[in-house]
Every structure is written in C-alpha cells, then in structure tokens.
C-alpha cells in the first residue's frame, strides 16, 4: 500500500516568512492533492497535481510535484496568520477509489 | 446540495452506545468515502460507495462499524457498541467522475465516554 510521508510535522513562522511543506510517497503518485483543515472541521481542497514537473499557484500558495512524481512540496510565500491550520497531502490510487493521506503538517503564523 | 453536509457535527456517546452518522453528498455525486481520523493524524481510509454499491470496506477497523447507500445518495456510519478508541473524527467524501477532486464534509467528532 502507498505512504505518505510528510514534513515537518509542526511549523511555527513569524507571518510575513516563506515556508516549505513536504509530502513523499513510497510509490509514484498519479494524483496528488494538497488539503487545508482548521482544527474541528473539514478539509478545503487546496490544489491537485498529475504530471512530473506540475506547478500550480493559487493566491501566495504554490505546489510543485517532482519530476519522479515520488515528491511533493507546498510553498507559502509572506505567510498570514490567515494560512494557520493543519495542511494535508493526499495521494490518488490511480483508479479514483481512495486517497491515502500524510500525517499532517501544523502550521501557526505568529503576528 | 451545494456541497457535502454531515450530520451530526457533535455526538458524545457513552461506551457501548450505537451511534449512527450520516452524510449527504454533493447531488449527483457517484463516489462516496469514508475517513477515520484521530487527534492529530491524518484521515484513514473506512470504506467507499459508488452509488450503492460499497465496492471497498477494507478499511473498517472492526465488525462494529457497519456503512450503507441504499438508494446511491445519503450514506450512514453505524458504529455498534463504541468504545473509546472510536473517538475521531469520521469525515465524508463525495467526487464525480471517480476520482475526478474529493469534496469533504465538516465531519462528525465522536467523542466516546
């Protein structure tokens, strides 16, 4: 079965800094998707990527999947107390039965 | 619906309770998940549905949590006899086509007392 490996697991920035979230998978991804969750509630679909080399950017978030599409990264640039929350990447099973998800990264942005 | 509602959002059960949760998807929506997750990890796979057909129950943990789609819209998570490490999180899922973007509830937090 596939995992997913996510780094770090907790992340304290000062708001206005960049950070890095990192997703590795023990198997080629073939969908991969990055969800935000607030604490008690549903996740918010962030971005999707499918191809080696994909980079997508929606507002100051940015996802790249490596070329090996065995990796995965969330890029914050001038980070808002507003990207607080727990971020989760999601991996498809190619068959669009399931997603097997990371553990989490916590992020907090300090005023 | 405009998108996946759960219901309820709050159930506190005491050890050897049945509960039932239930989810309604998105109109229309062919596939329908269930997710497990417990504080501070990430969701874990329970079963899925495509219409009314659960064509993958692997990831129930016992013989005590029973899921339905009768008719291939609304879907319920029976869980029989609680206990405490049933306490998570249960979220819900809809996509259409299969795999085409997963649309989650707000979840249902079982806490088992």
């Known amino acids: 079965s596939q995992e997913l490996e996510q780094s770090p697991q907790s992340l304290i920035v000062q708001e206005g800094k960049n950070l890095t979230i990192n997703c590795t998978s023990s198997?080629?991804?073939?969908?991969l998707y990055w969800y935000k969750q607030k604490y008690g509630e549903g996740l918010i679909f962030l971005m999707m990527?499918?191809?080696?080399?994909e980079e997508k950017s929606h507002e100051k978030i940015t996802a790249k999947l490596d070329e090996k599409k065995q990796q995965s990264s969330l890029h914050i640039t001038a980070s808002q107390p507003s990207h607080a929350g727990i971020y989760l990447c999601g991996a498809d099973d190619n068959a669009g039965n399931m997603l097997t998800f990371g553990g989490g990264t916590r992020l907090m942005v300090k005023p | 619906g405009a998108g996946v509602s759960q219901s309820p959002r709050y159930k506190v059960a005491k050890r050897g309770q049945d509960v039932a949760l239930r989810c309604d998807p998105i109109s229309g929506h062919v596939s329908l998940f269930w997710y497990q997750q417990a504080l501070g990890q990430g969701p874990e796979f329970l079963t899925y549905?495509?219409?009314?057909?659960?064509?993958?129950k692997s990831g129930l943990p016992s013989d005590r949590f029973f899921a339905e789609r009768p008719e291939g819209s609304v879907s319920t998570l029976k869980i029989q006899r609680t206990q405490q490490e049933d306490s998570a999180v249960y979220l819900c899922a809809s996509s259409d086509p299969p795999g085409y973007g997963y649309t989650f509830g707000s979840g249902t937090r079982l806490t088992v007392v």
């Open positions: 990527l499918q191809k080696g080399g």
């Open positions: 549905f495509q219409n009314e057909a659960q064509l993958d």
């Open positions: 198997k080629t991804l073939y969908g």
